[in-house]
């Protein structure tokens, strides 16, 4: 992924998610969130960029 | 005897036990001091003084008749707003929540406080939806900080802290998903202990972020933890995450020193970014304990990153129907955040939770070496109430999501821990992380009451 999205980037991303899951950003909220979305992409793209061994699974602890 | 709320839970249990004060007079006197307080600290939002006064009368009936009392007999607690209390609307620091029925039945962990003969005096106040470090809730008000009271109490358990600070009950229950039990405790100068995942089962408590989330204990001594602890472990079948281990009581080994244990301080990213006084509290728990070793855990940062996306995701997959419906109706404080975790791709999700897997078997081979390590709780004393932004090593940074960068990449592999208190007179106390190895929460008490027979830790009442 690309950590350094514009923040016109970062705003189109977040409306199209929006959209996606039928939630709408009330525009008074708007900033804020892609506020928090830009925090939260520069603390992603290291962590997506950390190649991990091909077998390393998640931990699930859901057990029938 | 006159009735003092200010000892702690196993004293007052034995004078109950003993005759020497009765449950009632206990119960009043914790009343009291809520009645004298409490406006001033705000960390009560409901408080049950005729359930409590009931209960109370019951458990000094029971003495009288000859019945066995429990190990917390007429010990007032009190619990996060998060955990259902019988008859009551859980909150969790909501207004969405107040709308909710009452709930039907104790949390586990309320029922088995009770059955060892605590008296619930209410619910406390919180960070809504547990999505925070400092407890300003904008419906129900900030907690003040019974050290200095223009300060936070931390949060999310924010009024658990303080009541147990400020002497209005020795014993509270909260959560910690991010670093809500130890925020607190260093803040307010207290212990509190987040257990091992999955260790204590978490049904009826309102979750934040199932993956992550833990309920835990604090108290104004290390053998009050160690007891609610022992009392609160066993199985929960309705928490898919509870563990079956067997109990393991701590209480009985608590005396027992800190020979035979390694500890080492955790160096690298845990000595970087703290205000001098903290680090100094970490260095005076490491002299008193003759720890010089230092170790470093690896990708430390990575790990509170992808702790964050977890706690979003997490977070915001609970909220969704409300975050669609009714936004407005969320505190300013976790509203954006919220709706911004609902908005992030799977992948980020998925890669956070393999790099967790990865990071729990780097870390189980450090604990290979050292039984305990010790952090800093927090990069700062508590902040102001309303302090936006901090300045620390002279970088400025926001204030709320920086507070918890030594207690996230504890919890994300539910390491347990207790967080200890070192007082520093005429200013805030800090707070230190004593981290132990998965389900060892034995060692990490073992070294806090080392600590506190010390002398180097204590939580002495803020009135």
Redesign the interface.
Known sequence: MKPDLSPDAVATVVEANAAVIGLTVPPEYRQGVIDNYARMLALAGPVMAFELPKQTEMAPVFTP | MTASITLDSVAIAEQVRSGAVTAAAVTDAALGEIERRDAALNCFTTVQADAARRAARDIDRRRQAGEALGPLAGVPFAIKNLFDIAGVTTVAGSKIHRDQPPALADATAVARLKAAGGVLIGALNMDEYAYGFVTENAHDGPTHNPHALDHVAGGSSGGSAAAVAGGLVPLTLGSDTNGSIRVPSAFCGIFGLKPTY?RLGRSGAMLFAE?LDHIGPFARSVRDLALAFDLLQGPDPAD??ATDRPPEPTLPSLGEGIGGLRIALAGGYFREGAMPEVLAGVDAVAKALGATAMVTLP?V??A???A??IT?VEGASLH?DD??TR??DFDPAT???F???????S??Y?????????Y?DQVAEVFNMVDIILAPCTPCPAPRIGEDKMVIGGVEMLTR?NLGIYTQPLSFIGLPVVAVPVQRPGALPVGVQVIAAPFQEAKALRVAAELEKLGVCAAPVMS
């Open positions: 999955g993956s898919p995450a990708q940062l990575l509170r990153s992808a964050f996306i979003m969704l975050l669609k936004p407005q509203r954006d955040r709706l911004a975790g609902a908005l992030i791709p992948q980020l998925v890669k956070a939770q393999r790099f967790r897997r990865w729990r999501p």
